[in-house]
């Protein structure tokens, strides 16, 4: 797993990297500065982590994957940072969110009544990020299309130290969620 906050230009990033004709042109259809630099820092620490140019497809589902590559990749971005994490046995997923009006606002959408009453006296907002992350999460290892974000999955044990949090989706059973806060972010 790898996390990265990214301070460096497109043309830095640019020239740490293998392209492939496939990167060429994904980055082409990227208009948005920062949403550019995100993708590069993204394959960047894809071609890190796998020591292999960084050409990712993406399964029907929205997997992503490296052709001719049996680990597992799940890649997330946001203000900022770059996360990516492989796992040559098993699934795995990552997100990286910050704490926010906006994710508070959705949060009807995805927060169910028992990860509410575990919101600290810190503030709903970090809360609210935390439960998405992990949701998020298991939604990439479960890659199952329909999935409820609110009904289908619960996420126990939260806590402001953002590790070993428990979660469970519907038809996965439970699952151990590890995660981290940026500290100008938590």
Not at 162 to 176: L, N, Y
Request: glycine share 6%.
């Amino acid at each position: 797993m790898a996390v990265w906050h990214i301070t460096e230009s497109e043309e830095t990033l640019t020239g740490w990297l293998s392209f492939s004709p496939l990167m060429h042109h994904q980055l082409q259809q990227i208009s948005h500065p920062a949403k550019r630099l995100e993708w590069l820092a993204s394959r960047w620490l894809i071609q890190q982590l796998m020591q292999c140019p960084p050409a990712v497809s993406y399964s029907a589902t929205g997997q992503p994957f490296i052709d001719h590559q049996a680990t597992h990749l799940s890649i997330s971005h946001t203000m900022g940072y770059a996360a990516v994490v492989t796992s040559p046995l098993k699934p795995t997923g990552i997100d990286i969110e910050y704490p926010s009006p906006r994710i508070e606002k959705l949060s009807a959408r995805f927060v169910n009544p028992t990860e509410e009453a575990q919101f600290s006296t810190s503030g709903r907002a970090p809360g609210c990020a935390l439960v998405w992350c992990a949701k998020e999460a298991i939604y990439k290892i479960l890659d199952t299309p329909g999935i409820l974000f609110k009904e289908d999955m619960v996420i126990e044990n939260l806590s402001s130290s953002f590790r070993d949090i428990e979660g469970a989706g519907k038809h996965s059973g439970p699952m151990d969620i590890h995660g981290s806060a940026i500290p100008h972010h938590a």
